[in-house]
């Protein structure tokens, strides 16, 4: 997707599904199939204890599938040191023919740093290490002596997706793709899913990052996740059971979180065409768990075909 010169607003509409749930190679293989037929445009794979390992998930992945893009969503820079890494993408890239997307965050679970053994920094510590990951990756691959290099040349396309001012300034000014996570806050108080804003709250985000971006807006592709796919004919009820998400809410306000896609699938992609409209949000992803509520949204957001 780099190289189009247009506003995030314009941009063709793009599908990703996090697969994250253990499975055997076969279970595996099979949801990546289908994942390609079902006309995701992305598989993308979580950096969390308790789930397979990116790199050899997105490998194995690579192996069964031929459209779709693979994608980390996101790396956990506090886990790698930077170099270490640096091979990894691009191993991981060039035996992929280069369709790699490297999705990469500070790490926001405690707990999981505490049970690696590692120290778990502040959060500013944190970005810090994070900024110097995205600077040392654009050195080593800018190196001609580098060896292996990623197919995709200078480096696989960058994503970074956040809530906090200095995440997503350096997402506004080093990303190719910039994630808005859509959390109420930037602070991450339990494991799972953050608390979700509203409409308000996106808007507001997103306009910090154009005012970061300047003319490099043509050039970025804005992406969220959906975490909650409801297919139903009583979008109260629903948006109701949403409240563990959104609890600080009314069920009227929850239907406007742009993450919430919930009612018909034609209601469901007019909310999809809205998001692009008042975000610029192209590039919509979505949870394992959803990947079949997904598919017919996505038929009639393309008018019927896969793109």
């Excluded at 502040?122 to 990951?133: K, N, Q």
């Excluded at 209601?267 to 610029?280: F, H, I, P, S, T």
């Amino acid at each position: 997707m780099r190289g189009l010169n247009l506003l995030p607003n314009e941009r063709p509409f793009r599908f990703g599904v996090t697969l994250h749930l253990p499975s055997t190679r076969r279970e595996w293989m099979d949801k990546c199939r289908k994942a390609e037929d079902l006309g995701y445009d992305t598989i993308l794979i979580p950096d969390h204890l308790g789930m397979p390992a990116p790199f050899p998930a997105l490998m194995l992945a690579a192996e069964v599938t031929e459209r779709p893009r693979l994608g980390t969503a996101m790396i956990n820079a506090g886990f790698y040191p930077p170099l270490l890494l640096a091979r990894e993408v691009a191993t991981m890239d060039l035996f992929t023919d280069g369709r790699l997307e490297l999705g990469i965050g500070t790490g926001q679970a405690k707990h999981e740093f505490e049970a690696a053994g590692l120290p778990f920094p502040p959060g500013g510590a944190r970005v810090d290490h994070l900024e110097r990951t995205v600077a040392e990756l654009r050195r080593v691959f800018a190196a001609p002596e580098t060896r292996p290099l990623p197919a995709q040349r200078p480096m696989p396309p960058l994503v970074i997706a956040g809530r906090g001012d200095r995440v997503l300034k350096l997402a506004a000014q080093e990303a190719d793709i910039v994630g808005f996570n859509g959390a109420a806050s930037s602070r991450f108080e339990r494991p799972g899913l953050p608390t979700f804003g509203g409409a308000a709250d996106m808007a507001e985000r997103v306009a910090y990052v154009r005012g970061v971006i300047g003319e490099r807006v043509h050039e970025v592709e804005f992406t969220a996740m959906a975490p909650a796919v409801v297919p139903t004919p009583d979008p109260r009820a629903a948006l109701e059971r949403l409240g563990h998400l959104a609890p600080q809410l009314s069920v009227a306000e929850r239907a406007e979180v742009p993450g919430f896609l919930v009612g018909t699938a034609e209601q469901m992609a007019d909310k999809v065409r809205a998001n692009r409209e008042l975000y610029g949000i192209s590039y919509v992803c979505v949870m394992e768990q959803s990947i079949d509520a997904m598919a017919p949204v996505m038929e009639r957001v393309r008018g019927g075909a896969v793109c």
